[in-house]
């Protein structure tokens, strides 16, 4: 399964970046999507998930009121939204597919993963 991330970039704090995370092979409209991002020297955490209908979403509480999960199956794409970012937002963003159809917030829960994009915010 390939996954593509991207959306990527170094912006100011305040500013905002959409993430977006493809299924060329169209393997993730039955699935939940998963964010999560990793620092460095820390190890990676849950972002924000949504479930495979997109009625359900799940968000760590420091991005809670600032980023946005969403998708779009028929173009088979989960997006990120993330405004207001602050320096402590900074990682590189992976995006999974899930087991199932839920919006986890376990990395236990998801079976493919893609490259991640690197978002940089400066203070």
């Known amino acids: 399964v390939q996954l593509q991330a991207s959306g990527g970039g170094l912006v100011q704090a305040g500013g905002s970046l959409r993430l977006s995370c493809g299924s060329p092979r169209r393997t993730s409209s039955n699935n939940g999507v998963g964010w999560f991002r990793q620092a460095p020297g820390k190890e990676r955490e849950f972002v924000a998930a949504?479930?495979?209908?997109?009625?359900?979403?799940n968000y760590r509480d420091s991005v809670k009121g600032r980023f946005t999960v969403s998708r779009d199956n028929a173009k088979y794409t989960v997006y990120l939204q993330m405004d207001n970012l602050q320096p402590e937002d900074t990682a590189v963003y992976y995006c999974a597919v899930a087991r199932g159809t839920g919006a986890s917030s376990s990395q236990s829960a998801y079976q493919y993963w893609g490259q991640g994009t690197q978002v940089t915010v400066s203070s």
């Open positions: 949504i479930s495979w209908r997109g009625d359900f979403t």
